[in-house]
């Protein structure tokens, strides 16, 4: 852990997250450049998440607060570069290719002396989010005083994070919102965008019924409950350990309360049950998962739940089974 996060530091000091020390701009570094870099740091956190969180478990939710940030910060970039912009799941595909640099070099953006200052206001607390959160994990190894000394680039406590820095601590086992004997239950939320989407959301809560998850989802009820829709919804996200929202266009459009009058009110009303859980507990509940069945639909996640860590379990991406198996550990 301490070697990763050594290598994290050094990216964050010398490619990713470069600065003009004299003014405080951005580089004259090309936008394109520093946008690639950031995509691969943000794929390398990706790739050592199950890693982190089988091996460093104090230092988990910090390390996913971090890589929330570089996704924003990676976000903003592209929307920059990028008309109309392209979400995360379009970029990721194209790291460490030839497309890539072809794709942006046409709308790269530099100016003379640096950035545009009124571009850079609007990335600048992406980047000292980041840069404040790697400060803190590389803290946690190293120490303020020895950090202070090794990377002085990363003092900078001015900026305050848009994702909440927590107190270095060890985390207890996510399992343990239920102490009680019995596995884990998990309520599976969805939209019923079509017969097809409906089918695999069936088949990814018998997957996890495999693995020996208890999973509670509406096709389970054969007949409307007898205590209605909306009380059914109620009593499954409240006593659930887990809920897990299958994110698409469709899901995001109900679940912040967009969609047409008279359709999708059960998602509509069960994004309302979920929204008042997490202001419940001022943002720390760890009870809500997005998940994706499709590698586009991560542009899709409702702006609540964006900032916790998502699980792409397609079969189309290449690391999909490391994927559900660290949804899997999570859910045990």
């Known amino acids: 852990m301490r070697t990763l996060v050594g290598t994290l530091d050094r990216m964050f000091e010398r490619d990713t997250f470069r600065r003009e020390p004299s003014v405080g701009l951005c580089t004259t570094q090309e936008w394109h450049s520093r946008l690639h870099s950031g995509m691969q740091t943000l794929l390398l956190f990706e790739a050592y998440d199950s ?3 089988g091996e460093a478990r104090s230092s988990l939710l910090r390390y996913r607060d971090l890589t929330a940030a570089i996704a924003r910060y990676c976000l903003n970039m592209a929307a920059y570069l990028f008309h109309p912009p392209v979400g995360l799941s379009e970029l990721r595909p194209l790291v460490g290719t030839v497309e890539f640099i072809n794709q942006v070099r046409e ?7 640096g950035v545009d200052p009124a571009t850079c206001r609007e990335i600048d607390p992406h980047l000292g989010a980041a840069m404040s959160l790697m400060k803190g994990l590389h803290d946690e190894f190293w120490g303020d005083a020895e950090s202070s000394q090794a990377r002085p680039s ?6 305050v994070p848009i994702v909440p820095t927590r107190e270095s601590r060890e985390i207890a086992p996510e399992s343990s919102q239920s102490s009680g004997p019995g596995p884990n239950r998990v309520f599976i939320s969805y939209s019923a965008d079509s017969p097809e989407h409906i089918q695999r959301v069936q088949e990814f809560a018998a997957r996890l019924r495999a693995d020996g998850i208890d999973v509670r989802i509406d096709t389970d009820v054969d007949l409307d409950p007898p205590e209605g829709w909306a009380s059914y919804s109620q009593t499954q996200i409240e006593e659930a350990t887990f809920v897990i929202s299958i994110c698409t266009e469709t899901y995001r459009r109900r679940f912040d309360g967009r969609e047409e009058p008279g359709r999708g009110k059960g998602v509509t009303f069960e994004g309302r049950l979920i929204r008042q859980e997490i202001f419940d507990s001022q943002g720390r509940t760890k009870k809500f998962i997005p998940v994706l069945l499709n590698p586009a639909d991560e542009a899709h996640i409702p702006t609540l739940l964006r900032d916790r ?16 198996q660290s949804l899997l550990r999570r859910l045990r």
């Open 51 to 53: 890693f982190v969180e």
């Open 107 to 113: 709308k790269k953006k530099t100016f003379e002396g």
């Open 154 to 159: 990363i003092q900078d406590q001015s900026v």
């Open 309 to 324: 860590s998502r699980y792409l379990v397609t079969d189309a991406v290449s690391n999909a089974a490391l994927n559900y």
